[in-house]
């Protein structure tokens, strides 16, 4: 039985130099380590509320932090000044679910069970559509009642959208 010889790894000054860099990036990484999650400790202790969930926590009359998603969205919608609009994508987002409208949007369905009056009319899509209009009996009430608001809709659009666009997480 013959024997196969070792092979010999190739000498590469640039892999060698890349191996001792990785090492060093790990050393320095567990030095400052430490470091980080003091100043992320800091950080939290020194800024306000962390989540928006807590920024809710300070705007909800309970302060109960284990609310449902659909109260949470609720509670935002009821925020909303008269006169304004706001959107189903912005209300996730200031809930800390960017991407959730849809969410949102069947929250928003479930207006009529919630415990006090939610002004859902207030809600739109990104462009200003109504697009739930069709969950009013007659799907007119909703403009209706952003009319009465001083809010000018035409075609089923809001107009002046932008102007009248209010932000959560910016006003909250």
């Not at 470091?35 to 920024?55: C, V, Y």
């Not at 009359?61 to 925020?79: I, M, N, T, Y």
């Not at 969950?135 to 009465?148: A, F, N, S, T, W």
């Amino acid at each position: 039985m013959a024997t196969s010889p070792k092979k010999s790894k190739p000498t590469n000054r640039k892999a060698a130099a890349g191996s001792t860099r990785k090492a060093a990036s790990k050393s320095s990484a567990r030095k400052t380590g430490s470091s980080i999650a003091a100043a992320k400790k800091k950080r939290a202790t020194t800024k306000g509320p962390a989540s928006p969930r807590e920024k809710l926590k300070a705007v909800r009359p309970s302060g109960s932090k284990d609310d449902s998603f659909f109260d949470l969205v609720h509670e935002v919608a009821r925020q909303i000044p008269r006169g304004r609009v706001t959107s189903y994508g912005a209300i996730g987002a200031a809930l800390g679910t960017r991407s959730s409208a849809r969410m949102v949007g069947w929250a928003m369905m479930a207006v009529p069970y919630a415990e006090k009056p939610v002004p859902a009319h207030r809600v739109v899509n990104r462009v200003g559509l109504l697009t739930g209009r069709h969950h009013y009996h007659p799907p007119e009430k909703m403009q209706e009642l952003l009319e009465k608001e001083g809010v000018v809709v035409r075609d089923n659009k809001v107009v002046e959208f932008v102007k009248l666009f209010w932000d959560p997480s910016k006003e909250l």
